[in-house]
């Protein structure tokens, strides 16, 4: 039973480039959420999507940043025009439907992309 | 609104000292309560939950209670080993806020032989 998958994990681009971070989540997880995690510092939530639609962008820059979760295929956070302050750790978590309320979800992470941009 | 609040790192520890990370939290509703660590170069990973208040999560030897009346979920090992360098992170989640996940900044620990 896979995990949550990203790729690449490292990815280098140039300033004013476009970088494209993908994440398959579990099998079963309908839910989708991106952070950022910048060095020495801690874990900046991005945006939280279901499958087709996005819940939560309150984390996303307004500008150059955007995500989507199709209804096939892996979730994709896009990074137009990127500038050295994207640098950073992108991880990407899952969780299942969420259940009664009563209920407990949990957060599956994966490795994280690591973009580094010159 | 919800938030976390962790105490400020970097901790360093000899082996087997004890170990306290201190996490506090405000919500709106009735949260669950976790703590994840993030290992060198790798993603975050469940460490332990509690999902009402007074429930107690433990798991590799570390243990967090779910205080209501101080608002808090501290966590715990009595004899920290080198293996458990890491950086640690208390998080809730709230059904109230919609499904949201809100995590504190992280507290390193390193530990020395």
């Known amino acids: 039973n896979a995990g949550v998958m990203q790729n690449p994990r490292h990815l280098v681009r140039r300033r004013g480039q476009e970088a494209r971070l993908r994440c398959s989540p579990m099998?079963?997880?309908?839910?989708v959420y991106w952070y950022r995690q910048l060095p020495e510092e801690g874990l900046k939530f991005m945006v939280y999507?279901?499958?087709?639609?996005?819940?939560?962008e309150s984390g996303m820059p307004k500008e150059r940043f955007s995500a989507e979760f199709p209804k096939e295929g892996p979730s994709i956070l896009r990074i137009q025009q990127v500038v050295r302050g994207d640098s950073a750790a992108y991880f990407c978590?899952?969780?299942?439907?969420?259940?009664?309320?009563?209920?407990?979800?949990?957060?599956?992470f994966g490795a994280g992309s690591r973009l580094t941009v010159l | 609104g919800n938030s976390v609040t962790q105490m400020e790192g970097p901790v360093t520890l000899s082996e087997e000292a004890f170990l306290t990370i201190n996490c506090t939290y405000t919500?709106?509703?009735?949260?669950?309560l976790f703590w994840y660590v993030q290992y060198p170069g790798e993603g975050l990973q469940l460490l332990l939950k509690?999902?009402?208040?007074?429930d107690k999560g433990s798991n590799k030897g570390f243990e967090a209670t779910y205080r209501k009346e101080t608002t808090s979920f501290h966590l715990e090992k009595g004899s920290v080993q080198v293996s458990d360098s890491a950086v640690y992170f208390c998080?809730?989640?709230?059904?109230?806020?919609?499904?949201?996940?809100?995590f504190g900044t992280g507290t390193s620990l390193t530990v020395i032989p």
């Open positions: 978590a899952s969780s299942p439907p969420w259940g009664p309320p009563s209920g407990a979800n949990v957060l599956t």
């Open positions: 099998k079963g997880h309908s839910h």
């Open positions: 999507l279901q499958k087709e639609n996005i819940i939560d």
């Open positions: 919500a709106t509703g009735y949260p669950s």
């Open positions: 509690a999902t009402k208040a007074d």
């Open positions: 998080a809730l989640s709230d059904r109230v806020t919609g499904n949201q996940f809100y």
